[in-house]
């Protein structure tokens, strides 16, 4: 089981956002995926990934996520992660500055079935607003 856990989050990171591959949600995620983490205005279920993996590959579009550690749990996953991309698209009404950024991330990533029924997402929002910050 530890290393079916692995490999889906390395599929939810490595495929699903640094690729874009938004035809993987159904099959990672849970059909009662709840995200408990959501961005602001977008759902909180599998729909939200998909809008959220689409916006971030528009404003970021060389994002790329890298597994710094992860925890591997009896029924959940905890991952400290590192995100970095260059600011080429609009980005929750910050038009694109052409920044670069590298933040810290951790998840919590729960799992039903073999796949991921919740999220909980915290992400240095202070040094990511920083660095894209307009000079």
């Known amino acids: 089981m530890v290393e079916d856990k692995?490999?889906?989050?390395e599929r939810y990171f490595g495929e699903l956002f640094?690729?874009?591959?938004?035809e993987l949600v159904d099959e990672l995620l849970h059909e009662d995926y709840v995200n408990h983490s959501p961005s602001p205005g977008l759902p909180a279920g599998?729909?939200?990934v998909r809008v959220v993996v689409a916006l971030l590959?528009?404003?970021f579009p060389d994002l790329r996520y890298t597994l710094?550690?992860?925890?591997?749990g009896r029924d959940a996953v905890a991952t400290r992660t590192t995100m970095r991309g260059t600011h080429r698209g609009d980005f929750f009404g910050l038009a694109p500055t052409g920044r670069t950024f590298e933040?810290?991330?951790m998840t919590i990533e729960h799992?039903?079935?073999?796949?991921i029924v919740a999220h909980h997402r915290l992400t240095d929002?202070?040094?990511l607003a920083e660095q894209l910050a307009p000079r």
């Open 111 to 115: 799992f039903r079935g073999g796949r």
């Open 6 to 9: 692995t490999a889906v989050i």
């Open 46 to 48: 599998r729909e939200g």
């Open 18 to 22: 640094n690729e874009g591959r938004l």
């Open 57 to 59: 590959r528009t404003a």
């Open 125 to 127: 929002l202070a040094a």
């Open 68 to 72: 710094e550690d992860v925890v591997v």
């Open 103 to 105: 933040v810290a991330q």
